[in-house]
T-cell receptor, first 113, second 109 residues
Framework: EAQVTQNPRYLITVTGKKLTVTCSQN?????MSWYRQDPGLGLRQIYY???????DKGDVPEGYKVSRKEKRNFPLILESPSPNQTSLYFC????????????FGPGTRLTVL | SQQGEEDPQALSIQEGENATMNCSYK?????LQWYRQNSGRGLVHLIL?????REKHSGRLRVTLDTSKKSSSLLITASRAADTASYFC?????????FGAGTRLTVKP
């Protein structure tokens, strides 16, 4: 089944404890991105990647890191999480180019205490 | 900052009625997309309309685009209880995809 998977789906952690949220797609998509969703703010893009080893900042990159070593994987790293990073996170991928329809993962609900 | 802004923020209708949601954006666009999200779950792509298109249909969905007014509308005809969800527009321009805050649609059986 063609899909975008994220792990973990739920995570409660404490301030300063490094964490990684994994994202993987099995559709051979070139483009991948990370968003966070907060009430009343819609989705805001954190980082995106147009291909392996090519990443770029979105709207709200502060406090996050990403890497794209393989086409299928695009992990989101929070080196030192803070409570303002408590949010619902979505990974998404697109077939060929930026601006194609995006396929979203199921989301990761992160709480930073 | 948000590129797309949906209106209304919330809409409640009876099953069988039509639902219209509007989206306004601020800059030029390459395309505008509409997505649906069931509570707390991932977004699902509904329809994409390019900047040189004015109207597009997909099943019970009709999307219009007015680039002179920088606005788009999504019409869902003959709504069903299963259409209850949040609907987001996303404006794409120059490698940048920006979502609005969404319209929460409730369809009462």
């Amino acid at each position: 089944e063609a899909q975008v998977t994220q792990n973990p789906r739920y995570l409660i952690t404490v301030t300063g404890k490094k964490l990684t949220v994994t994202c993987s797609q099995n559709m051979n998509h070139e483009y991948m991105s990370w968003y966070r969703q907060d009430p009343g703010l819609g989705l805001r893009q954190i980082y995106y990647s147009m291909n392996v080893e090519v990443t770029d900042k979105g709207d709200v990159p502060e406090g996050y890191k990403v890497s794209r070593k393989e086409k299928r994987n695009f992990p989101l790293i929070l080196e030192s999480p803070s409570p303002n990073q408590t949010s619902l996170y979505f990974c998404a991928s697109s077939p060929v180019k930026v601006g194609d329809e995006q396929f979203f993962g199921p989301g990761t609900r992160l709480t930073v205490l | 900052s948000q590129q797309g802004e949906e209106d209304p923020q919330a809409l409640s209708i009876q099953e069988g009625e039509n639902a219209t949601m509007n989206c306004s954006y601020k800059t030029s666009i390459n395309n505008l997309q509409w997505y649906r999200q069931n509570s707390g779950r991932g977004l699902v792509h509904l329809i994409l309309i390019r900047s040189n298109e004015r109207e597009k249909h997909s099943g019970r969905l009709r999307v219009t685009l007015d680039t002179s007014k920088k606005s788009s509308s999504l019409l869902i005809t003959a709504s069903r209880a299963a259409d209850t969800a949040s609907y987001f527009c996303a404006a794409f321009w120059n490698n940048d995809m920006r979502f609005g805050a969404g319209t929460r649609l409730t369809v009462k059986p």
